[in-house]
């Protein structure tokens, strides 16, 4: 009999710790919670700790609370000018409703592929009004605002905050890509000859300037130099002429002895000249006087002032 009553009290005990157990549950600092009673949403619970709840007639969904990454699949956009762009874009998103989550989505599965249409949705619309130019300019900041606000207002009826959309990749389209690149090409090349073009401009002017710089030196360097040898022969003829009137017999001499060498110098010049010649008055006498006895001008002599 004790024994019955022991098996039955240890039964009972144990049901009651069985019991007990499953109407605790914990939500994690991380985690959001939705109590469900036959399937339907009873109870949100957002702070974290050990809760209760209505054992085998109630159960627990568990949602994140942290920021959750989406990255949404390569999309095929064609542009306002028919050029087909490839985008590749990430989404950071929260869950800010579990309830309106919960009946709108389901779990984070379903949220992830409705977030993907979505964004590729958004994408093509706004991508969609625009040249491919648009997006290589300052203008693209323009139109992730843009794409932004798409995805965040429909975001919000599935209860979720999408905090930030931005492009990863985009790439033309194979297609296009060889025609785009040959296009660069030809431009890049056109912009090579325009640049060599005005260099050679460019010094072509800049030799011309040289030249005519070089002239004007020149030929201010001549005029400076004829006046130099002018000024230079005019001080030589002016010793001249003083020396001639010091001492007018030491300079005729001195100047057929001059005379005398550069003619007879190089030991084969031959003169045929009469012997009485005034050009040999010295050889004749020292004074150079003629056989009269008369002194001869000399032809080098300065005139006396």
Same mark, same amino acid.
Request: aromatic content about 8%.
């Given at each position: 009999?004790?024994?019955?009553?022991?098996?039955? !009290?240890?039964?009972?005990?144990?049901?009651?710790?069985?019991?007990?157990?499953?109407?605790?549950?914990?939500?994690?600092?991380? =985690? =959001?919670?939705?109590?469900?009673?036959?399937?339907?949403?009873? &109870?949100?619970?957002?702070?974290? *700790?050990?809760?209760?709840?209505?054992?085998?007639?109630?159960?627990?969904?568990? $949602? +994140?609370?942290?920021?959750? %990454?989406?990255?949404?699949?390569?999309?095929?956009?064609?542009?306002?000018? =028919?050029?087909?762009?490839?985008?590749? !874009?990430?989404?950071?998103? &929260?869950?800010?409703?579990?309830?309106?989550?919960?009946?709108?989505? /389901?779990?984070?599965?379903?949220?992830?592929?409705?977030?993907?249409?979505?964004?590729?949705?958004?994408?093509?619309?706004?991508?969609?009004?625009?040249? $491919?130019?648009?997006? #290589?300019? !300052?203008? &693209?900041?323009?139109?992730?605002?843009?794409?932004?606000?798409?995805?965040?207002?429909?975001?919000?009826? $599935?209860?979720?905050?999408?905090?930030?959309?931005?492009?990863?990749? !985009? +790439?033309?389209?194979?297609?296009?890509?060889?025609?785009?690149?040959?296009?660069?090409?030809?431009?890049?090349?056109?912009?090579?000859?325009?640049?060599?073009?005005?260099?050679?401009?460019?010094?072509?002017?800049?030799?011309?300037?040289?030249?005519?710089?070089?002239?004007?030196? #020149?030929?201010?360097?001549?005029?400076?130099?004829?006046?130099? &040898?002018?000024? /230079?022969? *005019?001080?030589?003829?002016?010793?001249?002429?003083?020396? @001639?009137?010091? +001492?007018?017999? @030491?300079?005729?001499?001195?100047?057929?002895? =001059?005379?005398?060498?550069?003619?007879? /110098?190089?030991? /084969?010049?031959?003169?045929?000249?009469?012997? %009485?010649? +005034?050009?040999?008055?010295?050889?004749?006498?020292?004074?150079?006087?003629?056989?009269?006895?008369?002194?001869?001008?000399?032809?080098?002599?300065?005139?006396?002032?």
């Amino acid at each position: 009999m004790n024994r019955t009553v022991l098996s039955a !009290a240890a039964v009972l005990v144990g049901a009651a710790v069985f019991i007990g157990l499953s109407a605790l549950f914990t939500v994690h600092q991380a =985690q =959001q919670a939705i109590v469900l009673q036959f399937g339907n949403p009873v &109870r949100v619970i957002q702070e974290p *700790g050990l809760k209760l709840k209505v054992p085998f007639i109630q159960n627990v969904v568990y $949602f +994140d609370k942290r920021l959750l %990454d989406f990255d949404a699949d390569a999309t095929e956009v064609i542009m306002a000018d =028919q050029k087909r762009l490839v985008v590749d !874009a990430f989404a950071r998103y &929260r869950i800010d409703d579990p309830l309106r989550f919960f009946q709108a989505a /389901g779990n984070e599965a379903n949220m992830r592929a409705r977030l993907g249409a979505i964004v590729n949705s958004s994408l093509r619309n706004v991508l969609g009004s625009v040249p $491919f130019s648009a997006v #290589l300019t !300052a203008r &693209r900041a323009e139109l992730m605002r843009q794409i932004s606000e798409v995805v965040v207002n429909e975001a919000k009826q $599935f209860g979720v905050a999408v905090l930030d959309v931005r492009i990863m990749r !985009a +790439d033309l389209h194979p297609d296009n890509s060889a025609a785009i690149y040959a296009r660069m090409q030809t431009e890049r090349e056109r912009e090579a000859r325009q640049e060599r073009a005005e260099g050679a401009e460019l010094a072509q002017r800049i030799r011309a300037e040289a030249e005519r710089d070089r002239t004007i030196v #020149l030929a201010e360097a001549q005029r400076q130099a004829n006046i130099l &040898r002018g000024q /230079g022969d *005019g001080e030589a003829t002016r010793i001249f002429a003083d020396a @001639f009137n010091r +001492d007018p017999d @030491f300079y005729g001499f001195y100047r057929s002895l =001059q005379a005398y060498q550069k003619s007879l /110098g190089d030991g /084969g010049s031959t003169l045929v000249l009469s012997p %009485d010649s +005034d050009f040999f008055r010295y050889f004749r006498d020292q004074r150079g006087t003629d056989s009269q006895g008369q002194r001869p001008p000399s032809p080098n002599a300065a005139p006396r002032r």
